[in-house]
């Protein structure tokens, strides 16, 4: 039990764009795309509201709007 309270604290965590860039990436199963900081930064544009504390990127608080996003806009990525 305790693993996996360390990997959900750790899912929390505010990290930089490119951190979690290759968090997401590393973490992300093969039929989820991966993304690029071009793609990463399209969607921060576009979600001002989850970006409250400016550049911070978190797991627990992004990965999965990012891809409900990614899939909901794949053809124009």
Known sequence: MK???EAYELSKE?????AFLEA???SIP?????????TLEKF???HPV???DGDLWSI???RK???DWLFSNRPSL
Request: without cysteine.
């Open 44 to 46: 921060k544009s576009l």
């Open 3 to 5: 693993k996996k309270d």
């Open 14 to 18: 505010q990290t930089t764009l490119s």
């Open 24 to 26: 997401y990436n590393q």
């Open 65 to 67: 709007k990012l891809i």
């Open 30 to 38: 093969d039929v989820f795309p991966h993304v690029s900081v071009a």
């Open 60 to 62: 627990a608080q992004h």
């Open 50 to 52: 989850l970006f409250k």
